[in-house]
């Protein structure tokens, strides 16, 4: 069975997939070129990955890797581009170059528009953002776990300058997306989210 016919059989089975992005060693690595947050995201993000493999059915696990431009902390083949979690046979790998995932990648193919579809990942301002807006407009219902997202400290250029704290831009993203559309959840939602409900 190709691929994409396994993966296809996954989210027919569940209707659910789990869309992991760029959870890669650049993000998770100490700060400043980890996230601030580095430790207990993947404390949490390890945990989701664990509940939706032992879901039964299954979900369809999606792990999306951001490839850089030369130079990057994730420029393709370097240490930092590589995925923290190693992919099951079943699992497939989707390299992007845009924020958004959906966005010239074969994501739309693999995830039907019916499918629910939780996210995880980084950046919160960046990639999470675009990803769950596309997929809003694509008409799939969309769920976010507070605490398994995170972005950097915005280092502000106008009206003085100062910085913006990565866990307040997370709260301002997380509300953005909720007025959107999104289902907001907390990691205390986490034994309920991959069964029927």
Not at 3 to 11: D, G, L, M, R, Y
Not at 27 to 38: K, R, W
Not at 54 to 72: K, T
Not at 140 to 163: M, S
Request: charged share 25%.
């Amino acid at each position: 069975m190709s691929p994409e016919a396994a993966a296809h059989a996954i989210v027919t089975a569940s209707r659910r997939v789990l869309l992991l992005l760029d959870i890669q060693v650049a993000m998770l690595s100490d700060p400043p070129v980890g996230v601030p947050s580095s430790t207990r995201v993947q404390e949490n993000l390890a945990r989701i990955l664990t509940q939706a493999r032992g879901a039964r059915p299954p979900p369809l696990i999606i792990h999306v890797r951001n490839s850089g431009d030369a130079g990057d902390p994730d420029e393709p083949q370097a240490a930092g581009w590589q995925l923290i979690f190693p992919p099951e046979p079943t699992e497939p790998i989707i390299d992007k170059r845009k924020n958004n995932a959906f966005a010239g990648t074969r994501l739309g193919d693999i995830v039907p528009t019916d499918a629910e579809i939780v996210v995880a990942g980084f950046q919160t301002d960046y990639s999470i953002r675009a990803t769950c807006s596309d997929a809003l407009k694509r008409g799939n219902e969309v769920l976010l776990i507070r605490g398994a997202h995170a972005t950097h400290d915005r280092i502000e250029v106008l009206h003085g300058g100062g910085i913006t704290p990565a866990a307040r831009i997370e709260a301002e993203i997380e509300a953005e997306l909720e007025e959107a559309g999104v289902h907001l959840l907390d990691m205390k939602d986490l034994p309920g989210i991959f069964t029927n409900r």
